[in-house]
Nanobody, 121 residues
Framework: QVQLVESGGGLVQAGDSLRLSCTAS????????MGWFRQAPGKEREFVTL????????NYTDSVKGRFTISRARATNTVYLKMDSLKPEDTGVYYC??????WGDGGVDYWGKGTLVTVSS
């Protein structure tokens, strides 16, 4: 069984930076991709970014391009999300996600429990 555990959330001011981490555990963890989704209060969960586990290619939603950077450490099954120039609209619960199939061929197979990011104006 795979478990994803996030850390690094918190309360920051607009313009600040924050780094989230997510570490996967499980006997046979071999994802096709890992990524981050977020859910703002009163809104649906939305895609933020993902990284292909083998080649490292990334995708970002338009609203975070140029401000957020996803990276991975394959040796420790960890994915990171560096968030710069944070805005109040970035506030939400950030969920780590992983999928066994290529993005577009399958959905998310594993979810973390989420970590709260609050950006004050």
């Amino acid at each position: 069984q795979v478990q994803l555990v996030e850390s690094g959330g918190g309360l920051v001011q607009a313009g600040d930076s924050l780094r989230l981490s997510c570490t996967a555990s499980g006997r046979t963890f071999s994802p096709s991709f890992m990524g981050w989704f977020r859910q703002a209060p009163g809104k649906e969960r939305e895609f933020v970014t993902l990284i292909r586990w083998a080649g490292g290619r990334t995708n970002y939603t338009d609203s975070v391009k140029g401000r957020f950077t996803i990276s991975r450490a394959r040796a420790t099954n960890t994915v990171y999300l560096k968030m710069d120039s944070l805005k109040p609209e970035d506030t939400g619960v950030y969920y780590c996600a992983a999928g066994r199939l290529a993005w577009g061929d399958g959905g998310v197979d594993y979810w973390g429990k989420g970590t709260l990011v609050t950006v004050s104006s």
